[in-house]
Each structure stands twice: as C-alpha cells, then as structure tokens.
C-alpha cells in the first residue's frame, strides 16, 4: 500500500497498526494482553492490559523522524529522571532480546515500524492547550 496508506481513514490506519502492535508486543512475553489504541495522531500510542494486572503503554512512531539513538536518548533519559524523588516518569521495559527499541516490517505502509514499550503512567492527560492551572500543577 505505501504512501496511500497514510491517504485512508484513520480507522482502517488504527485498525491496521493495532494488528502490529500485537506482533510488536510478542517480542516482550507478557502473555495474554488486551490492547486499545489510546491516540493517533503523530504517533499511534496504545493501552496494554496483562491478565496479572499490569499495564503497560506502547508507542509506534507513525510519522516520526526519530532515528533508533533519538529513541535511545528518550529512553536512557526517562530512566534517568526515574532517580529524582520529584518527578514521576514511566520506566521503558525491554523487549526478550534485551532491546528497548523494538521493529516490525508494516505491510500496509510499506514501512519498517519501531515501537518503544513503557510501564503505564497514571494520571490525567492534559492534551495540547493545557490551562494555566495544569502547568502550574505540572
């Protein structure tokens, strides 16, 4: 399909990407896991459910120019932050092979996809015009 993927709605795109999230997600054996697309929009982000009651949040980087040592930065950055006592950050998991950055060829794109897993972060989303209130509280 190539670049017209891109051209169809976007719940045939989410449909699609859901799938490969499913593949992606087999790289960190987690066992059985429910899956929902949360936000699709630069990049697809989705909610994963374990049986045992973890949680977890997967991104595919969709449209984004990030290179596998930007992704690494991310990652090797956020865990940083998980040292400070004032800040709460989600904790990237490796994949089975040990790896944070985790690839699948996408059929539908044409496109060799990378995802990053992350331990579920709870809280609220305050989306892109957040308030004056929420920045202060951020």
């Given at each position: 399909?190539?670049?017209?993927?891109?051209?169809?709605?976007?719940?045939?795109?989410?449909?699609?990407f859901s799938e490969a999230a499913k593949m992606l997600?087999?790289?960190?054996d987690l066992g059985d896991l429910e899956i929902a697309c949360i936000l699709f929009e630069f990049n697809a982000t989705?909610?994963?459910?374990?049986q045992t009651g973890s949680k977890y949040a997967l991104r595919i980087n969709v449209n984004s120019?990030?290179?596998?040592?930007?992704?690494?930065?991310?990652?090797?950055?956020?865990?940083?932050?998980?040292?400070?006592?004032?800040?709460?950050?989600?904790?990237?998991?490796?994949n089975s092979a040990g790896q944070y950055i985790t690839t699948?060829?996408?059929?539908?794109?044409?496109r060799t996809i990378a995802a990053i897993l992350y331990t579920w972060l709870a809280g609220?989303?305050?989306?892109?015009e957040p308030?004056?209130?929420?920045?202060?509280?951020l």
């Open positions: 399909m190539s670049a017209s993927f891109f051209l169809l709605p976007a719940e045939t795109q989410i449909a699609s997600l087999k790289q960190y989705f909610s994963v459910a374990t120019t990030r290179t596998p040592e930007n992704m690494l930065a991310e990652a090797a950055w956020v865990s940083h932050l998980q040292g400070l006592a004032a800040v709460s950050v989600a904790t990237p998991i490796a699948l060829q996408h059929a539908d794109s044409n609220e989303d305050i989306r892109d308030t004056l209130e929420q920045l202060q509280a």
